[in-house]
Structures are given as C-alpha cells and as structure tokens.
C-alpha cells in the first residue's frame, strides 16, 4: 500500500527521471490518492500544453491514462482538517499536506519526485518511510 502524489503519476505518462521508479508503484497491491490528485495532473498537463510542451490530445492521452489506473481516492474534505495542520507542521502547502495526511492516516510510505515533500514527511515521521522517485 502506498500513497501516489501528482509528481509520482505523471511519471507514469511522461518521459522523464523516474519514470522506471514511478511505473514499479504500478505493481503496488493499493494506491491511495486523495481526490485532488487528478485535479492536479489535469493542472500540470494543461500548463504543458500552454507552454508547448505537449499538444492537447497528448495531454488529454496522459490524464485519460492516469485517470484510468485503479487508485483508492480518499475525498479532500475528508483531509482537509489534518492537512492544514500537517502544511504549518512541515511547512508545505495544503496541497502537498494532502498526501502527507493521507499517507499519515493510513500509516504507509508517500511516493512522491518531490524532494523537500519526501525530506518534510520523512523528518516528521508522521508515516512510513517516503518512496521518493528520482
């Protein structure tokens, strides 16, 4: 069981650094994700897009694929609460603290290419080890 952030996943569509570490969490039995998770690809492949990085239907290909990986999603309501104090705990954004409370409640690792994310949660201790993927 591991919690996948956004930086994770779209390793699994993009060609980029650790993407043969990010497609291995596939083999994984659960992933966990909050909701926000597909919000937040969507976010990052539209940005692509405006910076043509990629074309639309490229982007749209690389949600539609994420979207489609069999992931637990945990609502962000039901998150909220302990990510906003996991954000001043660790000094990250809410957004990031998403994943930190998730993998916090279900006590399992956060595979996440975020560095300081992966570093903040790790020297908390707040849940299993981090899987940073590099």
Excluded at 4 to 25: I, M, R, T, Y
């Amino acid at each position: 069981m591991v919690v996948v952030d956004a930086s994770a996943a779209l390793k699994w569509v993009l060609d980029e650094p650790g993407q043969d570490d990010a497609l291995g969490l596939l083999d994984e039995d659960i992933l966990h994700a909050p909701d926000f998770l597909l919000v937040e690809v969507a976010n990052v492949l539209w940005s692509k897009v405006r910076r043509h990085v990629l074309d639309r239907a490229q982007a749209d290909a690389a949600y539609d694929a994420i979207a489609g990986i069999p992931i637990a999603y945990t609502t962000t309501g039901e998150l909220a609460l302990p990510a906003r104090t996991l954000a001043h705990a660790l000094d990250v954004s809410v957004y990031d603290a998403l994943y930190a409370a998730l993998a916090q409640r279900l006590n399992c690792a956060l595979a996440t290419a975020d560095v300081r994310l992966a570093s903040a949660v790790d020297a908390s201790g707040i849940a299993a080890p981090p899987r940073l993927i590099r």
